[in-house]
């Protein structure tokens, strides 16, 4: 049995982290906020690309996940019910962004690729909201999730958040 998830996983995790929280500190209005409304839609779109990846990688990696112990009937639920709102919310913020980006503009460019937006939605000012609202909703998943791990770590003290930090070698 394996005890570490497989690297391009670890990576992949990490990664998303930083994007999350560099979409989460540049939030706002993108059509009025230059450099920060772009950075903030590329996290977001990368943050979308890099979920697919995940699940492909999950597919892939399916005999090489840890399966690690779970103390009781009642954390295994709520586990599985974290998880499955983590992966929505990663696919499912992104899409409402951009469905929000488009319901605020025509154009938005991105260096000097035009985003492709949605012209049916334009003047939909409540996706926007939906889209801070959901992105709030996961940032907090993304807390309770940082601590079910340091939860894990330090009073279970078992592997759970070993098992998503790189093995050092010997």
């Known amino acids: 049995m394996h005890n570490t998830y497989p690297k391009p996983i670890i990576i ?3 990664l998303t982290l930083l994007l999350v929280v560099i979409a ?21 779109l990368s943050i979308l690309i890099l979920f697919f990846i995940r699940l492909s990688l999950i597919v892939i990696y399916q005999k090489n996940i840890p399966q690690n112990e779970i103390i009781n ?10 998880r499955l709102m983590l992966y929505l919310s990663l696919c499912i913020v992104p899409i409402a962004g951009w469905l929000a980006l488009s319901s605020l503009t025509e154009h938005f460019k ?3 690729v035009n985003l492709p937006l949605l012209s049916s939605v334009r ?37 759970v958040l070993k098992s998503m930090l790189f093995k050092r070698d010997k």
């Open 12 to 14: 992949i995790h990490w």
């Open 24 to 44: 989460y500190l540049s939030s706002g209005n993108p059509t009025n906020t230059g450099l920060l409304g772009q950075v903030h839609v590329t996290c977001g």
């Open 73 to 82: 009937q009642y954390q295994n639920r709520l586990f599985k019910i974290v």
């Open 110 to 112: 991105i260096g000097s």
């Open 123 to 159: 003047g939909v000012n409540s996706i926007g909201e939906l889209h801070q609202f959901l992105g709030n909703a996961f940032i907090a998943l993304v807390g309770l999730h940082g601590a079910a791990a340091l939860i894990h770590h330090f009073i279970f003290k078992d592997h």
